[in-house]
Every structure is written in C-alpha cells, then in structure tokens.
C-alpha cells in the first residue's frame, strides 16, 4: 500500500527555519508532481509549493524567496526548505504527490511559528 509519510514540523520563532520532508513508500514508480499544501485554522486549504518529475516548480507569492522545495527522484522524496518563518506561515502542512494519476495525501504535520 502506498504511504505518504511526513516529518519536520514543530514551533519556531518569528524568523527562523524548519524543514518538511514527504516520502513515498510503497511505490516502484516516481511521482509526476510532489507539492506541499497548508490549511490554517479557518482558511481553505492553499498551495505552497510544487515540484515536478522535471523539476518545474511552482510557488504561492506568499513564501516566494523564503521557501524552498526540492525532491529526491530517486528516493521519491519531497523536501520543504522553510525560511525566514512568519507567524502567518502557521498551519498543518499537507504533503501532496501525483502518482499514477491518483492525488494521495500525506496526514499532515503542524508548523507553529510564534512572534
């Protein structure tokens, strides 16, 4: 069974750095598109950044220049590289990854960034 399993998340303040980690276990195939997403209390779920098999990213404007998304093809590994953190980047970040045309969910960790 393909799992989606994340890590990294926790309480930093204003200004300091964390880093998401997504791996894909259960899978002989690497993912089309590996992503992050964040949903804050009260608000939609949002995208934050993605990253594809061709290494074509894409980020929201809110994290442009502080946040960094890489992947490890090899190893079917999705990083979130956090910087320059602001209490408005608070949220349960989703690990997302497209695999074989299905869109599977990781269980989500929770970022905290206190002022």
């Known amino acids: 069974q393909v799992q989606l399993v994340e890590s990294g998340g926790g309480l930093v303040q204003a200004g300091g750095s964390l880093r998401l980690t997504c791996a894909v276990s259960?899978?002989?195939?690497?993912?089309?598109?590996m992503g992050w997403y964040r949903q804050a209390p009260g608000k939609q779920r949002e995208l934050v950044a993605t990253r594809t098999l061709g290494g074509t990213t894409n980020y929201t404007n809110s994290v442009k220049g502080r946040f960094t998304i890489s992947r490890d093809n090899a190893k079917n590994t999705v990083y979130l590289e956090m910087n320059s953190l602001k209490p408005e980047d608070t949220a349960v970040y989703y690990c997302n990854v497209v695999l074989i045309g299905r869109a599977l969910w990781g269980q989500g960790t929770q970022v905290t960034v206190s002022s």
């Open positions: 259960g899978s002989i195939f690497r993912a089309d598109v």
